[in-house]
């Protein structure tokens, strides 16, 4: 009996070992040829331009390969890829849509069966088996191959895609589009510096230890030496001094002074390894911990202790980087972009950032937005060693990387990206207006901050304040709970730097899918799980000293507020506001001049939308995490691949939703707020400022555009345009129409 899943399997582990896509592709055929005992299988491919082009074939004319190429809709192969379904045929000559492409030799072949290859709703080739005798295939056989399709699509489509790309030749260098995730926004064109692989902490050998001692004064000098380097600053972006990197150097202190870390270093020690071998190994552990965390923000951190690691590592074996000196301005282009290579370039030769590794949550994204230049990220297991000293485009906007521009393309993107430079230096005068319409209605524009790195770019682009303050650094710094003194330093830099404009600060949000590693969590559905105020609630010692924290920190600065995450009962609230009771009852007996700040709510559970009126008496003002509250509206999980297309903050219940909210806010006078990208969105933001919000909380980099927006906008279009939106059909059609009110105001630069 056919096994399609140990063919898989097969073929999976097999493509781990291919040189290059053809060779997988021709792995591919090679098996399924074999398992089906057929006289032909092949591979079309569908490409950038929408064609089908046959990519693998045994059986048929190999000079075929790359120059048989149809459309969709075009012979049975188009017909499949069309319809996305099989095509089963005794006779393949007898069905209508035939087409005979000369080329193949497959006039020697009469049975036919074909089946789409289809990934997240789009059709990315078709696989064929034809046979020479007249038969149709069986309902086993048909099985088989639609398994097949279905395993390779979601496990190989990244190299499908690779496959149709041409080869390079002596007269032609083809264009190459790399699809990554977008890690800060802008466009750059500029020459590609390719970085090459750092020691990575999985490729330490492992080695045994001189003896006891000696190692661990081995390690000892070596964690000195890199505590040095952080302290002193060698490691500055050229001869200026950064703010944001040099928080982000200061979570490294954290981590290296951790005595979890040393002690699990000393351990490993103890059993007679060498420094390096205990310094991966304790490394490695506690980088598992983040990695198998299901928060993309949390899963972001492990990239600091793998950098972390090979600086130590390094110092262990005086194997120093070496500055970057290029003589003109450059993206950097590499496997993993960290830290380490924002400090050994000049600020201003370094203009962009593409890395293989990362996510929109890592260091590197959060470093390339405080530095104002585009960054793509989590391309995946890309070659781009081609593109090493040629020009290439970068747009941060839509995590797109190109190679090899053709001039018309490169002219375009110069045209953009000399269109948002001039824009840039057009809106850096409104970092000292109001965000006020042109009817006079006032919006306040915050800033949202998960780091002490994120302070500066908020500040630096006029910021009134932070209207969410992520506090979870404090705890994933360290291998056990911080101390409460450790939290006053950390936020009284944050509520000083800001004083006297308000800072809402979410306590402690984790638990579920946002475990500590010190403190495990695991559950079936994480989402819906122990976390956020559920958490600190059954461990109010936990909650008690952070707002202890919180509160201390305040003295002096008066511009503290509370936030409660993942609110969703009433009795939440009140077990919250006891504990902040309790705090300022023993800070005032202990002789701080304390006082209980505001008390806010974060909207992100839709039962909360029904409890307000409940909750009114008991706090102070409401903020809406449009991020989780469209995704429980939906029930869509915005990082899972397979279902973030139905992710919409524009979606009809999402819109619905939130205006009832907000006219329910504005009832109960509570002020009220957003944060997340909906603030980020000018579609959006034009609905919303129609529903009646007046406070937004957004990333730094897109305060200046919104606020540009804002000046240009009359509230009663936006009024008018919210109700035009009930009778949307899609949400694109809704996009559509805000679009061209906004190209109609004179602000096309906006829309990307």
Sequence with gaps: MLNPLITAKRILIAAAQAPDSASLMRLIVERIRTALKVDVCSLYVMDEQG???LTATLGLSEESIGTTRMAPGQGLVGTIAQRQHPLNLDNAEHHPRFRYFEQTGEEDFQGFLGVPIIHLGQTLGVLVVQVQETRRFTEEEEAFLITMAAHMAGSLAGNLKKATRPLVTDDHVPVLRFQGIKGAPGIQIATAWLVKDDVRLDDIPERDGTSIDYEQQRIAEAMADTRDELDTGLDQLGSNSNDTLNSLLDVYKLLLQSPELKQAIAEEIQLGVSASTALKRAMLSQIAVFEAMDDPYLKARAEDLRVLGVRVYRHLHEELNE??????????VGREINISHFTRIDHDKLVGIVSLE???LSHTAVLANALGIPAVVGIGDEDLSSLDKTEIIIDGYRGLVIGHPPVALLNEFQRMARQEKALQ???????SLPAESKDGQRVRLY?????????????????EGIGLYRSEIPFMAHNTFPTEEEQVRIYRGVLSAYSPKPVVMRTLDIGGDKALPYFPIK???????????????????????????MLIANVDNDNLQLMIPMLSREDELERFHAIVDEAVAQLKEEGYPVSKPPVGIMVEVPAVLWLLPRLRDTIDFVSIGSNDLTQYLLAVDRNNPKVASLYSHLHPAVISALRGLVRECTRLNLPVSICGEMATDPVAV?????????????SAFHLPRIKWLIRYLHISDCVSLLDRAQNCRTEQDLRDMINDHIRELGLGALIQ
């Design 51 to 53: 064609e089908l082009v």
């Design 323 to 332: 500055r970057m000196q290029p003589e003109n301005p450059v993206i950097l």
């Design 358 to 360: 990362g996510s929109a």
């Design 425 to 431: 230096a057009d809106l850096s005068h409104l970092k």
């Design 447 to 463: 800033t949202n901050t998960g780091l002490l790195a994120d302070i500066s770019p908020g500040l630096e682009r006029g910021a």
């Design 523 to 549: 559950e079936q559905n994480p989402f819906l799980g122990w976390r956020g105020v559920r958490f600190t609630l059954d461990y109010r010692n936990i909650l008690l000293d952070q707002i202890r924290a």
């Design 686 to 698: 034009v609905l919303l400022l129609g529903m009646g919000v007046r406070t937004l909380s957004l």
